[in-house]
């Protein structure tokens, strides 16, 4: 009946393979079919009972997929016979825990490893979950009673103990393991025993799990020390009671009424929940669900990663890199060789798994309209040249600058400055997503340095570099703008590739924003070797008429988590479309520029530059209202695969043309979206 019982909670409530592995059948497909293979709990080392059994140590699955968690040997020594075998079988696993400190001394001794010594897996669970599946049994007494939960010989030395108190309380006495004596409470099963413990008035026992499910349902216990005829068993209890600092619950043969009735647990639950968190910390590591990798050092994250580098800068091994896909989009990879899953990827990765999105919310603290009096400046910026004002005044300060530039070959990538002058060619919208590379670390070394820094860049930009420091710092101005999208910088490099060939010299200066023709009339210009050039409207420059169809962003820009009001920057910076309509006394089609001032680190940036800025303060409705980028992103269309799929034969002009329609159509489609002036 007892056998039937635990059959049917198992029945009920554990999904069981239909194979069972033995040493000579080891089902051939086993290490296809797992990802990992995790070793534990309760004496499932023990060399008494289970004599180094092979499974035990996982020895049928690679060493790289082998986890004990929380590894029981329910013994202080290992017995001098089986040494040898316990240290091949620990030295081949990968990730060990144990669950007794006695264990943590074993490991050591054999393998000459430190590992982590972690709760029983039963308290994992909350008491509440525990008792979802527990049932009440007919046999459970209608009245308050004792309940004697014993393996060992220990009962008899107990027993006018627990007499004593139960005639002093009028309580029932429950003997769960006593066969002989209570036959009807002997064929319990697990859910039943659930029960009996929760509501017992007191709890008498010699069973690690007796005092487990004690300590988890609140109920006094008493816990006596297991009489065996093998080898002393109580290192696991010792663990237990010290790791909850309920020694006092320990039978030393002196306990009065009080002691034994009036159990204080109320410093449990906080030990409870850190010694929780280690758990998962290492099942994560072990389970490598705490990396943005897979085991091949494949970034999980697939469309989602923006390409920050925030990963790779973080990483304590150096094991990440920055690899381009087909097309052309920088990707993490890691060596998992050197990898040691120890989750900081993850922890600061912008969009991971651990990410909570609420902590970027925003909302701007004002709005304003604005054109730097600096003429030049304005000419060399995309909009109102309020970014260049804000380089300068933080390097006034004695700080340095961060932003994207082109280098000598116009790929475009981020570096600092810490001249006006150097600062200057951060200045004008690249449209193609800029490497940060060293940029974090370098950012990091000036605040050490306690020099101030602005970091400017694309949303998520500024989201990894915050992830990636991991804290506020009073010196650090992050300015980020609403971004449309980045283009891929393979498709850049395709295109300068055409316009080098068409010209017969190589490119030397580029801009996206040439103001010669008005702001509006957002006019792309190259510089040639042989002082030629080349200048184009963005309805008929074949890269800009890629990048405004959408064709060539990267993936992540389509599902974009960084639009407002989400973000991080203190100001946030963008061409104000529309200013025409809303403030027409601000456009003299040289540039207006919005700024939403976001925080009051970015209010006291502002300040500083107040004077050297003609501005008004709008509507920030009105001001995102010609902006859809602000708050929505770019649609994913079904060329955007044929165009990249073709980047690499097509020359760029014919490639544009198949893809983006008309040039008069794009205007049009582009007026009605309010996107960009048309
Ligand atoms: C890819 C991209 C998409 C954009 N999409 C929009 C949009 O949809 N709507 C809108 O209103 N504004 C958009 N902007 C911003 C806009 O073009 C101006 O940068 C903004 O108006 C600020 O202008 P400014 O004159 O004050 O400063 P500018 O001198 O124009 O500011 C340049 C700043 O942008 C940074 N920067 C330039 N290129 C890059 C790059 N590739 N990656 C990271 N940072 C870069 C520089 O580091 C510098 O801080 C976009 C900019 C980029 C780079
Ligand atoms: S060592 Fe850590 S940070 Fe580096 S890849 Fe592995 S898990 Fe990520
Ligand atoms: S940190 Fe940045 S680059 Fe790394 S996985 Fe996350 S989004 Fe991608
Ligand atoms: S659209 Fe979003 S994901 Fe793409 S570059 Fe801009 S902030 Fe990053």
């Known amino acids: ?196 413990v929760a509501s017992a008035e007191v709890v008498f026992t010699d069973s690690f799990h007796g005092a487990v499910f004690s300590i988890l349902f609140g109920r006094p216990f008493v816990i006596f020390d297991r009489k065996d005829k093998g ?154 040249g309020v970014f260049g004002l804000l380089a300068e005044a933080v390097i006034s300060l004695g700080g340095v600058v961060f932003g994207a530039r082109f280098d000598e070959s116009l790929c475009v990538n981020h570096a600092f400055a810490a001249t006006a002058e150097g600062s200057r060619a951060f200045c004008g919208s690249k449209y193609v997503q800029s490497r940060t590379d060293a940029a974090y670390c370098e950012v990091i070394g000036f605040l050490n340095c306690h020099r101030p820094v602005l970091f400017s860049g694309t949303p998520c930009q500024t989201a990894g570099l915050k992830s990636f420091l991991g804290r506020e710092y009073d010196w650090l101005f992050c300015v980020d703008f609403i971004c449309h999208g980045v283009p891929s910088p393979k498709a850049w490099r395709r295109y300068l590739d055409f ?35 080349y200048s184009e409207t963005r309805d008929k420059d074949p890269y800009m008429r890629a990048f405004l169809s959408d064709l060539c962003l990267r993936p992540s820009c389509h599902a974009c988590m960084f639009k407002m009001p989400r973000g991080n920057a203190d100001i946030t910076l963008a061409d104000f479309w529309g200013v025409q309509d809303v403030l027409p006394e601000m456009d003299d089609d040289r540039g207006t520029s919005l700024v939403f001032v976001n925080s009051v680190k970015g209010g006291a940036l502002f300040d500083m530059i107040k004077d050297r800025v003609a501005s008004e303060c709008v509507d920030a409705a009105k001001a995102i209202a010609h902006n859809p980028a602000a708050v929505s992103s770019a649609t994913m269309k079904p060329e955007r695969e044929m165009f990249f799929r073709e980047l690499d034969s097509a020359p760029f002009d014919e490639l544009s043309a198949k893809y983006c329609g008309s040039s008069r159509m794009a205007r049009l489609r582009r007026k009605f979206a309010g996107l960009f002036p048309a």
């Open 499 to 533: 316009q080098e060939s068409k010209s017969g010299s190589s490119a030397v200066y580029a801009s996206f924003r040439d103001k010669r023709h008005g702001w509006k009339a957002y006019v792309t210009s190259i510089i040639f070797k042989d002082g030629s050039e």
């Open 231 to 384: 080898p002393v068993m109580n290192a696991r209890v010792d663990s237990l009671l010290s790791a909850f600092a309920l020694e006092s619950r320990r039978f030393d043969g002196m306990m009065d009424e009080e002691r034994v009735f009036c159990a204080n647990y109320s410093h449990v639950p906080a030990i409870l929940e850190e010694k929780r968190r280690a758990a998962f910390d290492f099942l994560k590591k072990a389970l490598n669900a705490g990396a943005v990798f897979d085991a091949l050092g494949v970034c999980r994250l697939g469309d989602k990663c923006v390409g920050c580098g925030a990963c790779a800068a973080s990483c304590p091994q150096r094991c990440v890199s920055m690899e381009c896909d087909d097309e052309g989009f920088l990707y993490p990879r890691a060596d998992m060789s050197v990898c040691v899953r120890c989750g900081t990827c993850l922890k600061t990765c912008p969009v991971g798994a651990s990410r909570d999105f609420e902590q970027y919310d925003r909302s701007p603290i004002s709005v304003l309209a604005c054109k730097s009096m600096d003429e030049e400046l304005r000419r060399a910026s995309s909009s109102g």
């Open 1 to 196: 009946m007892r056998f039937d019982a635990f059959k049917r909670f198992t029945d009920d409530n554990v999904i069981e393979t239909s194979f069972a592995v033995y040493r000579d059948s080891v089902p051939v497909a086993l290490d296809d079919m797992y990802d990992c293979f995790i070793t534990g709990s309760d004496q499932v080392w023990n060399p008494v009972f289970r004599r180094g059994f092979f499974a035990d140590f996982l020895t049928f699955a690679p060493d790289a997929k082998r986890v004990a968690y929380a590894a029981s040997f329910g013994v202080s020594d290992i017995p001098r016979e089986y040494v040898e075998l316990y240290a091949d079988g620990l030295k081949h696993i990968k990730h060990i825990s144990v669950r007794e400190d006695a264990g943590a001394d074993i490991v050591r001794a054999l393998t000459g490893r430190d590992c982590a010594v972690l709760i029983d897996p039963t308290l994992m669970l909350s008491a509440e979950k525990w008792l979802s599946i527990a049932k009440c049994s007919k046999t459970k007494p209608k009245g308050r009673y004792a309940l004697l939960y014993f393996f060992g010989e220990a009962v008899q030395e107990c027993e006018n103990t627990v007499l004593q108190f139960a005639i002093k309380r009028w309580l029932d006495v429950v003997r769960m393991s006593d066969r002989r004596r209570d036959a009807a409470r002997y064929t319990a099963g697990p859910d039943e025993f659930l029960d009996y």
